[in-house]
């Protein structure tokens, strides 16, 4: 039974909406957003809710096949009371800023290096990143998240500052292996930036705005061009004649005199 619709997953603070207008002007087969808490990411991919997930690590490499995207900055979401809100927007938090400090650490944490920071953790975990932002906003700790998610949960009482020396929180786009549909190979293409027209993988219908398609033509002997185009005649056994030399007013010499 062919699919109705090309369900696509993706985490909160991932915006696929740049794909998804690309998606809309090459493909006839409809794309459906499905928004996902980040535990709950890989196991719909598993269970086959979605066809393909935008999420953050980790997966399960033996059964999913997944390609980067990007790369989000670390930060450290803080109250607006506490002493790192004093730093300049873009200056960084040091590890050896959160020796004393309390962090959070979310059932559905997205970044999984807290655990290696200086500090305590605080032993009862929060269910979710907001209800981590929460106690942040309370002055209980502080929450070290991606980028997007600080973004996605800005509140007037809360700041982030970018966390020095942290690894990123990457992007994935993931897949279940055994199930690489014609759709799913059309999205991967999609996010990494092919045209319509590209050689590589399987090639969408062909954008009518985009002009005629060239590349049958290419490979196709061409005609030979006439003799006339040569600028000579051609001998009955397939050689080129060269024209009689002519003097100086273009009349041909005589082979003779007379």
């Known amino acids: 039974m062919p699919a109705v619709a090309f369900r696509l997953g993706y985490v909160p603070g991932v915006t696929p909406a740049k794909w998804v207008r690309t998606w809309q002007q090459r493909h006839e087969l409809p794309l459906e957003l499905v928004p996902l808490t980040h535990p709950a990411a890989a196991e719909a991919l598993a269970d086959g809710h979605v066809d393909a997930v935008l999420l953050r690590p980790p997966i399960d490499r033996d059964t999913m096949s997944a390609?980067?995207?990007?790369?989000?900055?670390?930060?450290?979401?803080?109250?607006?009371?506490?002493?790192?809100?004093?730093?300049?927007?873009?200056?960084?938090?040091?590890?050896?800023?959160?020796?004393?400090?309390?962090?959070?650490?979310?059932?559905?944490?997205?970044?999984?290096?807290t655990e290696h920071l200086p500090g305590t953790v605080l032993e009862h975990r929060p269910a979710s990143t907001a209800e981590a932002i929460q106690l942040v906003s309370a002055g209980t700790g502080l929450l070290v998240a991606p980028l997007s998610l600080a973004r996605l949960h800005q509140r007037r009482d809360l700041v982030h500052r970018p966390l020095a020396?942290?690894?990123?929180?990457?992007?994935?786009?993931?897949?279940?292996?055994?199930?690489?549909?014609?759709?799913?190979?059309?999205?991967?293409?999609?996010?990494?930036?092919?045209?319509?027209?590209?050689?590589?993988?399987?090639r969408l219908p062909a954008d009518p705005s985009a002009g005629?398609?060239?590349?049958?033509?290419?490979?196709?002997?061409?005609?030979?061009?006439?003799?006339?185009?040569?600028?000579?005649?051609?001998?009955?056994?397939?050689?080129?004649?060269?024209?009689?030399?002519?003097?100086?007013?273009?009349?041909?010499?005589?082979?003779?005199?007379?």
Do not use: M
């Open 165 to 202: 020396g942290a690894p990123g929180a990457p992007v994935l786009l993931a897949w279940c292996t055994d199930r690489t549909t014609d759709a799913v190979e059309d999205f991967i293409g999609i996010v990494r930036g092919r045209t319509v027209n590209s050689t590589r993988g399987r």
């Open 212 to 258: 005629p398609d060239r590349t049958a033509d290419r490979g196709r002997p061409r005609s030979p061009r006439s003799t006339q185009d040569r600028g000579g005649a051609a001998s009955p056994g397939g050689h080129r004649r060269r024209p009689a030399p002519r003097g100086r007013r273009g009349r041909p010499h005589r082979r003779g005199r007379r």
């Open 67 to 113: 390609i980067p995207l990007y790369t989000e900055v670390t930060v450290v979401v803080a109250a607006k009371e506490h002493p790192l809100a004093a730093l300049d927007p873009e200056e960084q938090v040091t590890a050896a800023d959160l020796a004393e400090e309390t962090l959070l650490h979310p059932l559905d944490d997205v970044y999984a290096g």
